[in-house]
């Protein structure tokens, strides 16, 4: 059963957050992804994940909203780009509201890389502010790592991405119109230095990625994997949510890091 923040009561989501103490938030973005996937694709792939996250931890499920910072792909028609500021300024609030309801761990269901700064800005802000407990899941990185030995490529527009789509909405897929596989050159080569978790550059124009926007081999995904594609990920994710859960109960027994800080 998904504990929907938008679809339940009132007196419901206060049983939801005393029973649970979990939210999970999806975020993504609104951007172009050539002809064949929609503008939405970012958003749709988070939140299919999310939803079964907050499944899987019995959590209550908080919409966010569509929208993120990708300004790499200002220019393209579709694209939809918040300030960084007025992202941040969103999710704090989204985030002190559902805080201030008795949550006390909040998981942050992520599709779009142009997010990553800005919430890892208001979660580490946030937790020494209330003392409560955040974790960040890259959702796209896990699937990356799920569906590499199959083939699938974590590329704009590409195999993965077409897979989320399909797992959402198969409708919303144009595969025909994509045409063959394309790999520009030095195009993985640039995914994979401004990925690195080590060293690491930074791509600020999605053309220098690939000059329309968009490649890899949407033809990858098939039927068969979209329909375990939120499971399969989603499963992969609360792993790991778990582990960063007992890392902090193994400091604190109560898996808060430390106390509120009192405003000064």
């Known amino acids: 059963m998904i504990y929907d923040l938008s679809t339940m009561t009132s007196p419901e989501t206060a049983q939801a957050v005393q029973r649970s103490g979990t939210a999970v938030i999806p975020l ?24 079964e996250v907050a499944n899987l931890l019995d959590a209550v499920y908080v919409p966010f ?20 500021e007025t992202f941040q300024a969103l999710l704090t609030d989204v985030c002190t509201e559902m805080i201030a309801a008795g949550v006390r761990t909040v998981v942050l269901v992520n599709w779009h890389e142009g997010n990553i700064p800005s919430m890892n800005a208001v979660a580490t802000e946030l937790q020494d502010r209330h003392g409560v407990v955040f974790v960040a899941a890259q959702a796209c990185y896990t699937a990356q790592r799920i569906y590499r030995d199959e083939g699938g490529e974590l590329t704009h ?24 596989p394309r790999r520009p050159p030095g195009a993985a080569e640039l995914d994979a230095m401004r990925r690195s978790p080590e060293v690491y550059g930074f791509v600020t124009d999605v053309t220098e990625l690939a ?13 068969e994997r979209a329909g375990t594609f939120a499971t399969v990920v989603a499963r992969a994710v609360v792993e790991k949510v778990h582990a960063v859960l007992a890392a902090h109960r193994a400091r604190r027994p109560d898996g808060v890091p430390r106390p509120a800080r009192t405003a000064v």
Do not use: M
């Open 28 to 51: 993504g973005s609104i951007e172009q992804h050539g002809p064949h996937l929609p503008n939405g694709t970012d958003t749709f792939a988070a939140e299919l994940v999310a939803r």
């Open 65 to 84: 909203g569509p929208y993120g910072v990708t300004p790499i792909h200002a220019g393209h028609p579709g694209t939809v780009s918040l300030r960084p």
């Open 157 to 180: 527009g590409g195999g993965i991405e077409t897979l989320a789509v399909l797992a959402h909405d198969p409708t919303l897929v144009k595969v025909e119109r994509a045409g063959k």
């Open 211 to 223: 000059e329309d926007g968009w490649y890899g081999d949407p033809h990858w995904a098939t039927a």
